[in-house]
T-cell receptor
Framework: DSGVTQTPKHLITATGQRVTLRCSPR?????VYWYQQSLDQGLQFLIQ???????AKGNILERFSAQQFPDLHSELNLSSLELGDSALYFC???????????????FGPGTRLTVL | AQSVTQPDIHITVSEGASLELRCNYS??????LFWYVQSPGQGLQLLLK??????LVQGIKGFEAEFKRSQSSFNLRKPSVHWSDAAEYFC?????????????FGTGTRLKVLA
């Protein structure tokens, strides 16, 4: 158990809908990262927040957005969902450290999103 | 463009045998290099990482990896595989490009361990 929690575990929805995935980082961690893992695209880094502010952006679609709240939990919002958005979405957190790549990330168990 | 190649999609080894998982990257400079393991139904766990210095890096669970600049490779090794090592392994690079940080992952190698 990494200490990172993600809810819900599973989510089934229809095309065109909007969903919100939630992540609670480990106690004391300031950074939250979001990843998407799908059969088509493999594992992709989406976005990182550090202490409430966006710090790095990867292959995140414009239909997706994220935020980190004052209590450091984070939400990933996915809108206008398409079939291709079906994937496993991981959240990771890391403690404050020396730099973006030097901080060890601890991954949550993921949220499996199915778009029908 | 930056990329990571894991040429072996599946590898099967017998328990107790040695293991080497290959990883090659394409990047203009030396990237940050990582190996992660993903057990079925689980998130990723960091095995080891390389930033600079000694090119042979020791990680958790008895894994090690060697960075070879001339070959743009960062292969993962373990001298004696245990049945619990059966999982999917991802190589990743961290780069700073176009003003932002990015992680780029390989497609993964699924390891099967025979008893």
């Amino acid at each position: 158990d990494s200490g990172v929690t993600q809810t819900p575990k599973h989510l089934i929805t229809a095309t065109g809908q909007r969903v919100t995935l939630r992540c609670s980082p480990r106690s004391g961690d300031l950074s939250v990262y979001w990843y998407q893992q799908s059969l088509d695209q493999g594992l992709q880094f989406l976005i990182q927040y550090y202490n409430g502010e966006e710090r790095a952006k990867g292959n995140i679609l414009e239909r997706f957005s994220a935020q980190q709240f004052p209590d450091l939990h984070s939400e990933l919002n996915l809108s206008s969902l398409e079939l291709g958005d079906s994937a496993l979405y991981f959240c990771a957190s890391s403690p404050p450290g020396r730099g973006f790549f030097t901080d060890t990330q601890y991954f949550g168990p993921g949220t499996r999103l199915t778009v029908l | 463009a930056q990329s990571v190649t894991q040429p072996d999609i599946h590898i099967t080894v017998s328990e107790g045998a040695s293991l080497e998982l290959r990883c090659n990257y394409s990047y203009g400079a030396t990237p940050y290099l990582f190996w992660y393991v993903q057990s079925p139904g689980q998130g990723l766990q960091l095995l080891l990482k390389y930033f600079s210095g000694d090119t042979l890096v020791q990680g958790i669970k008895g894994f090690e990896a060697e960075f070879k600049r001339s070959q743009s490779s960062f292969n993962l090794r373990k001298p004696s595989v245990h049945w619990s090592d059966a999982a999917e392994y991802f190589c990743a690079v961290g780069v700073f490009t176009s003003g932002t940080y990015k992680y780029i992952f390989g497609t993964g190698t699924r390891l099967k361990v025979l008893a």
